[in-house]
């Protein structure tokens, strides 16, 4: 079994990559809670206290809900979609920010350690899981800007359905 040397010393340019997926991320998480704040007609700060902090995909699903007790539909933008996209950001998002750095050995690039989920570490062989056999996942810069365009495109999906969503409840409220 090979051993690699864990890094925290990333290139400056791969720490600041990070972080912008980091920030994306979190502004993409907010606009989210600003939704669901506005369909329990409530302020952003009582939401965060009674909503507290779910998974992304799960605030879709409490959106839909919120709508169908408001009355509300959603035509701009498909939740179901958007509640893909995001569940898939939101494992990468978490591998590049929670996960343990090391460099591979054969293309010497910053790689980062996947222990979620089950792999096929041989492809002739069997899965396993990747917390006995992790994989190294290589991200370059390429991939990190995919990233975070993706997340940007979810961004502008939840502002779309931010805007009309609210639109159609100031109408319903008046």
């Not at 996947?114 to 096929?120: F, H, V």
């Not at 994989?135 to 502002?159: C, L, N, Y």
């Amino acid at each position: 079994m090979n051993t690699y040397h864990i890094t925290v010393d990333l290139p400056e340019k791969y720490a600041s990559l990070i972080g912008a997926i980091i920030v994306h991320w979190s502004y993409q998480e907010r606009l989210l809670a600003d939704l669901t704040s506005a369909l329990l007609n409530v302020s952003i700060k009582h939401g965060r206290v009674a909503v507290r902090s779910p998974r992304a995909d799960e605030y879709i699903t409490m959106i839909r809900q919120l709508m169908m007790l408001e009355g509300v539909e959603c035509n701009s933008v498909n939740l179901n979609k958007l509640a893909t996209h995001l569940r898939a950001l939101d494992g990468i998002r978490n591998l590049v920010a929670h996960g343990i750095w090391f460099v591979d050995p054969t293309t010497e690039f910053p790689a980062v350690q996947n222990i979620s989920g089950n792999w096929k570490p041989d492809p002739k062989g069997p899965k396993i899981a990747r917390r006995i056999i992790p994989e190294g996942v290589v991200i370059d810069e390429s991939g990190f800007r995919k990233i975070i365009t993706s997340i940007k495109s979810t961004i502008q999906t939840t502002h779309s359905a931010h805007t009309e969503i609210v639109k159609k409840l100031e109408a319903l409220r008046k």
